[in-house]
Every structure is written in C-alpha cells, then in structure tokens.
C-alpha cells in the first residue's frame, strides 16, 4: 500500500465488493484523504495495525471475519472514526454493529453527500491523537487547569478527554465521551434523542434515533449500571434522557 504524506488525512476502506470499494474510495479522495483498501476483515484489521488511519468505512458482510467482528478487534488497536456500512436491512444486527464501537452506520445504497456530510461532522469531533489505543486505567486525577465535569461518581476532563467512575479511567470510544459530556453539562435538562443527535452527531443526515440508543446503552454498561452500581442515566419515557439525580 502507498504511504500518505504526514500532513494527510488517512481514511481505510474495508470492503470485498471492487465497485463499491472504488466507489468509496473515489469520494474519500476527494475529501483530501489519502485513501487505502482492504477486501477482508483480517486485511483490514492489519491495516489499521500497520497505518493508523483516521477513518475506517468497514462494510458488515465481510468475508473471513465479518465488519462486526474486524470492529472489536480495530477497536482494541485504534481510536480512528469506524462507519459501518450494511447491505442487510436487519436493524438487530445494525445496532450489534454500534455496539462493538463504531461511531455510524450507513445503508446502501447511499449517496455520495450523505457519506461526506456524515464524516465531515465526525472530524468536527476532537481526538485523542495519531495512533492513540482506547485508554488504560490512569495514574492520576485529571490535570488542573482543564474543564472538569462531576456528577456523583462521574468525573468528566474534558479538554484531557478522560472519563473516570471514582478514581477509575472509563475506556470510552469518542462517541461515547462526546454523548456522556453533552449530558454532563446540563445534568437537569432532558435531552430528547433528536436533539441528541443534532448535537453530538452534528449533521443532518443523523436522524436515527437508534443511534443514540445504542450509544446511551453501552455508556451504561461501562459506567457499571446493572452489576449493582447506582443508576447514572435516567430513561424519561417518551421524551428521552438526562443525568440521575445525585444528593
């Protein structure tokens, strides 16, 4: 594979379909990225292992390894923006997909300004940095200085990009950080799905409210709700969600 230059965006597409994957890879191009290609799950995992892109489209129905499980294992060596792309009109297995830690998803047949719309509010969103993994458990508290967020155990650096339950580092994709931040700073306001997405997706194209359920499952899990922990995240029936009631 060729190697981009240091100033380049590096965007990955992962998909066995050579039409597709042209196609893809003909709209990254002309965003600016420097764009490499995979026709499998395993080549594409060890791309990502040997360049560290950016960006990483990964279609579900991969040969070998399928994209849900190429996305757990890219998700254990990388921080890059991971888009699923699904022929399958199955939403259980959509939503699967989100779970394992991408940050979208998009159906074909798509059109060229949805996939550019939708990455473009993705780079929008900081992150952690060229070849950063999801982060070990810290030695220390976040750093003074930097915009704190706490709501009972949860304390939120956001300029460091760290979330901590007690004092213990919470591994969160940068989705989930994004979400969890949003919540935090009006920890009294519920937030409906639509504003949700509007806000943490940023694009008009997000307009799956399954999206912000996936995302709001997978915080629970990780800041410890049903293995005995206090409920962090409330449910408001019908309307949406806000942060639990602490004191």
């Known amino acids: 594979m060729p190697t981009a230059s240091e100033d380049s965006r590096v965007a990955l597409v992962v998909e066995d379909d050579e039409d597709m994957r042209s196609l893809i890879e003909f709209i990254l191009s002309t965003q600016g990225f ?35 499980e190429a996305c757990r294992r890219i998700r254990e060596i990388s921080d890059a923006y991971v888009v699923m792309i699904t022929a399958r009109d199955d939403e259980v297995e959509k939503l699967i997909g989100l779970e394992t830690g991408a940050d979208d998803y998009l159906s074909k047949p798509f059109s060229p300004r949805e996939l550019n719309a939708r990455v473009n509010a993705m780079f929008r969103r900081p992150r952690r940095g060229p070849g950063s993994p999801v982060p070990a458990p810290p030695t220390a508290p ?100 806000r942060m639990e009631q602490v004191g």
């Open 142 to 241: 976040p750093a003074p200085g930097h915009e704190v967020l706490r709501h009972g155990a949860i304390t939120v650096d956001v300029d460091g990009r760290r979330a901590f339950l007690d004092d213990t580092e919470v591994a969160l994709t940068r989705t989930e950080f994004d979400l969890l931040t949003e919540l935090m700073r009006t920890p009294a306001r519920v937030w409906t799905r639509e504003a949700l997405l509007r806000s943490v997706w940023d694009t008009e194209w997000a307009t799956d409210t399954h999206l912000v359920e996936v995302h709001i499952g997978n915080l629970r899990r990780k800041l410890g709700e049903g293995r005995g922990a206090p409920r962090l995240i409330r449910t408001v029936r019908g309307v949406g969600y």
């Open 34 to 68: 420097h764009v490499l290609t995979a026709g499998s799950g395993t080549a594409g995992v060890d791309a990502v292992r040997d360049h560290d892109p950016d960006l990483v489209t990964l279609d579900l129905g991969l040969p070998g390894i399928d994209g849900i």
